[in-house]
């Protein structure tokens, strides 16, 4: 039988054409987050199962039915990271980073979830984590949101993401709401959705996520989490809603944002686009203060928001904000019996001249409308020509490739390196 030699379904290459608008978005990402003072962490893309289905939660769709388990040689039972938070604070404790201290932190990677592939989901994905401990008040859940909010300023898609903002308050708080919406829920429980008959005696909160129509409509009149507050949750929240007003950041309150992983508590957020179809959450997080404490440590507040680099991509290249780049400014051409030997050595000492430049010596010979052509296929800006007459001179001669008029001087070497700077 012939060997397979296609990707895994869900896990996308990312060509030329791909990682150069990529690296245009991963460079605001990188920028905005250091503007911030925010540090990055890279963690492991495999770690122990368990500390997944315990950060995570055994009842969430993520640890049931979406994460890639094995037993590795030795035995033990790994996962590839279906997120970044659970590793993200497994590697601060065991390097104490967050014992009595604050940290802003950052990372940027592949996560890994067997979900169904289609538009903006993918079982590879990559996702930006931003992690913050030590602090508990609302100015810091406000600085992440405003993190984000700046991110979709300066990529010029502000108009086009909508801000869902909702608290669950303590786990107490969610205790007692939970039993008055289990008994909601049990009252109407022949009309919900199989997952939320499934959900309403394991994750009830869970529920309130369900896209089913006919569960939504039950839901409408369902108890609210909101009328369960006391009054440190509310102030937390209020406070947070008057952060973001006074730099203004529109939102909306949606009571049913619940977040499907199950550390949260007090602020969760999304943001979601209507321009994706079906998968329109770009970035989404909260405050999960239980967290560090429930994986050893001692407890810990911390807030944090993972986006979707895939949707995030898509979106910018549905509204076109993100521009086609080449690869190449330079393109050295050459004729003559010693050219390989003088072209090497030539585009050598322009890249040591020209550190911003992207230079590329042609190889593989062949004449100079040949060579012409690569330069043209590569759209490179200009073309150095190192031919007898140049060598012989001691000059080089350097072609506007876009000026069009086919113009070209040939130059001492010094300004032709000048000529290529006013032409980059
Ligand atoms: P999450 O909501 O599961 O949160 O994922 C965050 C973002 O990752 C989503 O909003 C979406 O843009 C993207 N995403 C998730 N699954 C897929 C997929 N299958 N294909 C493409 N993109 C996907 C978390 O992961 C939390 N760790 C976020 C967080 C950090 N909360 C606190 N700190």
């Not at 500390?51 to 037993?71: H, N, P």
């Not at 390989?340 to 050595?345: L, T």
């Not at 043209?376 to 031919?387: E, M, P, R, T």
């Amino acid at each position: 039988m012939a060997l397979s030699v296609q990707a895994v379904r869900g896990m996308n290459d990312l060509l030329p054409a791909d990682t150069a608008r990529w690296q245009q978005a991963e460079q605001v990402l990188r920028d905005t987050v250091a503007s911030f003072g925010y540090s990055e962490v890279r963690m492991p893309l495999l770690e122990k199962t368990n500390l997944f289905s315990r950060a995570i939660g055994e009842v969430t769709d993520v640890v049931e039915k979406e994460m890639y388990t094995f037993e590795d040689r030795s035995g033990e039972s790994l996962s590839l990271r279906p997120e970044g938070t659970a590793g993200c604070v497994r590697a601060c404790l065991e390097h104490n980073l967050i014992y009595n201290q604050e940290q802003r932190l950052w990372y940027m990677g592949p996560m890994f979830r067997h979900e169904r592939p289609q538009k903006g989901r993918y079982r590879q994905f990559h996702q930006l984590g931003v992690e913050v401990f030590g602090l508990n008040g609302p100015d810091i859940d406000a600085e992440i949101i405003l993190l984000s909010k700046t991110l979709w300023d300066k990529f010029g898609i502000s108009d086009n993401l909508k801000l869902q903002l909702n608290t669950l308050g303590t786990s107490e708080e969610r205790l007692a709401y939970r039993q008055n919406l289990v008994s909601y829920l049990e009252q109407h429980f022949d009309d919900l959705d199989e997952d939320s008959k499934r959900r309403t005696h394991t994750n009830p909160l869970r529920v309130l996520d369900s896209k089913d129509p006919k569960t939504g409509e039950i839901l409408v009149n369902a108890p609210q989490l909101m009328d369960f507050l006391g009054a440190e949750s509310r102030a937390h929240f209020d406070n947070l809603r008057q952060i973001l007003e006074s730099c203004g950041v529109a939102y909306e309150i949606n009571p049913r944002l619940v977040r499907g992983l199950d550390y949260y508590n007090l602020t969760v957020f999304e943001w979601v686009t209507d321009a994706l179809g079906a998968q329109g959450t770009v970035c989404g997080g909260g405050r999960y203060d239980g967290l560090v404490a429930e994986l050893g440590g001692s407890p810990t507040p911390a807030v944090g928001f993972g986006l979707g680099l895939e949707r995030l991509i898509l979106l910018l290249t549905t509204l076109e904000k993100l521009h086609e780049r080449n690869a190449v400014d330079i393109y050295v051409v050459g004729a003559g019996d010693n050219a390989a030997v003088e072209q090497a050595k030539l585009s050598l000492r322009l890249r040591s001249d020209l550190p911003h430049a992207r230079i590329m010596n042609h190889c593989g010979g062949g004449n100079f409308k040949k060579q012409f052509r690569r330069a043209d296929k590569l759209q490179a800006k200009a073309a150095v020509i190192l031919g007898e007459s140049e060598l012989a001179t001691g000059t080089l001669t350097v072609k506007d490739l876009h000026a069009g008029d086919g113009t070209q001087q040939t130059l001492p070497y010094a300004e032709a390196v000048a000529l290529l700077k006013s032409l980059l």
